[in-house]
């Protein structure tokens, strides 16, 4: 079956939205030097039997990118100044703390400032990565909706540029099935 007209459609959506998901996660400032969700969101339009599948891929992100989308509620019990993030996302934090390490191989990778104290020590790299991770815990994750407005908004603008690019496909196979 020829659907050259549906996979070109179908690669214009995929690459529009990875672009304006890619804008989003830089605006937001969701991009490092490791960044594995910037570098590896992606997509790849496959031909199969029943016709044509548009897949979105996340690479090393593939455990996280849903939270970095719909961001995590916290689970509460911050106090000072702060203010509660993650506000609609299906995803909540459950414990006081972020898991034991996570935050420390961050801080590894991400290349933060020392941290000293009030008294102008040095704060140790586990006290600080014990801090962090309960301030996420406690207050949440942003949303950055990265994938789900993109994809969301090109559907609507490109719509009727699919359902056409597909018509015409059918238009092609049909003529090839009644000119036999």
């Known amino acids: 079956m020829n659907i ?14 990875v672009e304006d998901g890619r804008r989003i996660l830089k605006r937001k400032n ?13 997509y790849l339009v496959k031909r199969t039997q029943e016709g044509v599948e548009l897949i979105f891929e996340f690479g090393g992100a593939e455990d996280y990118w849903d939270f970095v989308d719909e961001g ?12 509660m993030r993650g506000r609609g996302s299906p995803f909540k934090f459950k414990g006081k703390n972020i898991k034991r390490g996570v ?25 600080m990565a014990f801090l962090i991770g309960r301030a996420i815990a406690q207050r949440g994750l942003t949303r950055t909706q990265f994938f789900t407005r993109p994809l969301t908004e090109q559907l609507k603008k490109q719509a009727d540029a699919i359902v056409e690019a597909f018509g015409n496909d059918l238009d092609k196979q049909l003529e090839l099935v009644i000119g036999k």
């Open 30 to 42: 969701k991009t490092t030097s490791r960044n594995t969700l910037y570098r590896d969101f992606d």
């Open 4 to 17: 050259d007209n549906t996979v070109q459609a179908m690669q214009k959506l995929g690459g529009k939205v």
């Open 72 to 83: 995590v509620r916290g689970s509460g019990g911050f106090k000072g100044s702060g203010k």
């Open 103 to 127: 935050i420390d191989r961050w801080i590894v990778y991400k290349p933060l400032k020392e941290a000293r104290d009030k008294k102008g020590r040095f704060i140790p790299r586990k006290s």
